[in-house]
Every structure is written in C-alpha cells, then in structure tokens.
C-alpha cells in the first residue's frame, strides 16, 4: 500500500509499505458469574487501551503493540474481564526516508502511526469478537475509535494508557 504525503511531489515523498503479520501475545477472557450478567450494568464496563510503538531499521520494520483491557466494575473493586495483546508487524520499504532517529527514539509521521493505529485497532476488534464466541462478553463489541484521537491522546499522557468510555 502506498500512502502519499505530499501531492506535488508524488515519487519523493511517497511511502511504501505492507502489513507484515499479527502476533496474538496474550488473550485471556473471564466468563461473568451469572450472578454478575443477571445484573449486568453496561456502565460499570471500562475499556483501557495501551499502544506501544517499536522500530527496527535495519530490518525497516515498525511494529505497534496494542493492549486493550475491559474492566468490570464489582463491588468498588475493577475486575479484569478481558485482555488482548496484539503485535502488528508493518515493514517500510523507504523507512530511512519517512522516520527521523535521534538516539533511542524515533519521529514517525503523524499520519503514518494514525493508519497503523487504525489497522492494528480494527483487527484486535475483529479478534477480540472471533475469540469471544459463545461468550456473554461477545455482545459487546469493541467501539469504532477515530485513530486520530488515540494519537493525540497518547500526545497527552506519558504512560501511552488511554480509557475509552465505552458508552
């Protein structure tokens, strides 16, 4: 897939790059008691989410790692409920052209993490409804999130920790 940064200057400034593959890290699921879906309130569930970023320039790779988390909110305490940990794997044929590297970190384009974002985001809601089949928890589907915001909110926080409220 080719995503262009800059219309006037197509071939100077356009990125290539593919979805390399997924890596399910972690899935746990914890089915409610009855006595727990029989009073089931919607608002007592909380959805987190974690988004990690990791490159690998020798191997033009940008790898991002989503956690999503629901908590069920019993008694004053927040149990777990579920936990995905999802590896996107995306490599970057002209990776040395889009990311800036100082040190440790590196600069990748707003633009380019928010499609990251949003591919890696849309798959773990897809997994998360195949994984949860059969399950109570399967009726509710991980909201449609603007990519765009999760960027920015991450901007914000200095744990890369973002609450959604799922309502």
Known sequence: ??????QKSQKANSITYRLSGFIIRRFSLVEPAMDIISSFDLQKLKLGLRVDFFHNLEQSRIQVNLTV???YELEGKDIQILEL?????????NIASVIEVNSDN???????????VSITYS???????AKTQGSYLNQFILPIIDPKLIIQQMGNTK???IIVNSN
């Open 1 to 6: 897939m080719k995503k262009l940064t800059n």
């Open 69 to 71: 988390i629901n908590k």
């Open 85 to 93: 940990v999802l590896l996107a794997d995306f490599e970057i044929k």
């Open 106 to 116: 590196c600069k990748i384009p707003d633009h380019l993490l928010t499609t990251f």
């Open 123 to 129: 798959s773990a809601r897809g997994i998360i409804f």
């Open 159 to 161: 744990t890369n920790e």
